[in-house]
């Protein structure tokens, strides 16, 4: 999506896949280290969700799907195995 970090699709890129990050370990029980970088793109993210009010509900959406995909791939692995 984003090209560059600081621009605002980069911000909702990851911002996508840090709410699909913490749906993920929150499903699966793993606790998630806090990274120094995070920091960083909390102000992007910050700004992002001031200009945007439904940045939060379509970052949470695509991050919902990819975790339904990454799902599928892993049941799809166990039941091939």
Not at 12 to 29: N, Y
Request: aromatic share 10%; with cysteine.
């Amino acid at each position: 999506m984003g090209k560059r970090f600081g621009d605002h699709a980069y911000a909702a890129e990851k911002l996508v896949a840090e709410i699909g990050a913490a749906f993920l370990c929150s499903e699966l029980g793993i606790t998630q280290d806090v990274r120094v970088d995070h920091a960083q793109y909390i102000a992007y993210w910050l700004k992002l969700l001031k200009d945007d009010n439904l940045a939060i509900f379509s970052a949470s959406a695509k991050a919902a799907e990819a975790v339904r995909f990454l799902k599928s791939l892993a049941e799809r692995a166990r039941c091939a195995a």
